[in-house]
């Protein structure tokens, strides 16, 4: 795992949530060459990720700047990628990187997950999550069935 922070700061508190080894790089640039996934997680106006540091075939998880005129993305990662949101409509109104881009959501994730459309993993995919309502619950209704399921058996 390899992580950078714009603050420099940010790291620290990812890093003491996991386990395993963490490089922390200089640059955003550093953190994301060569990577098979690569999560974004800002409050950004500008673009912190840059189509031409991203790999073919690598798979984006933006998920910050989720507001119109806020960007985590740069045009060129936005138009090359195939773009996948949790919401088409919830993408075009509520996405910088979406909608200042002028980029094409080729897919809901429930379209994906009920086999309407494919998932393209050979492809260069970004998946902008605005988060949702329904994910939250379905979430939490997991984490109950599992605490559930382990109150049961003691």
């Known amino acids: 795992v390899r992580v950078w922070s714009r603050s420099g700061k940010g790291w620290e508190r990812f890093c003491r949530s996991v386990s395993g080894p963490v490089t922390v ?7 994301v060459r060569g990577a098979d996934v690569i999560v974004t997680v800002t409050r950004c106006t500008e673009p912190v990720l840059f189509g031409q540091w991203v790999k073919p075939g690598a798979h984006v998880a933006a998920v910050g700047a989720c507001r119109p005129n806020w960007r985590e993305l740069d045009d060129v990662l936005m138009k090359e990628a ?33 086999g ?24 939490a209704q997991l984490v109950f069935d599992q605490w559930e399921a382990k109150s049961c058996k003691s």
């Open 82 to 114: 195939v773009v996948y949101a949790d919401s088409r409509e919830g993408a075009l109104t509520e996405s910088g990187d979406v909608i200042l881009s002028g980029a094409e959501v080729f897919a809901e994730l429930g379209d994906v997950i009920n």
């Open 116 to 139: 309407t459309k494919p998932a393209l993993r050979e492809k260069t995919t970004v998946f902008k999550s605005l988060g949702m309502g329904v994910e939250d619950a379905v979430s």
């Open 25 to 31: 790089c200089v640059s955003a640039e550093e953190a």
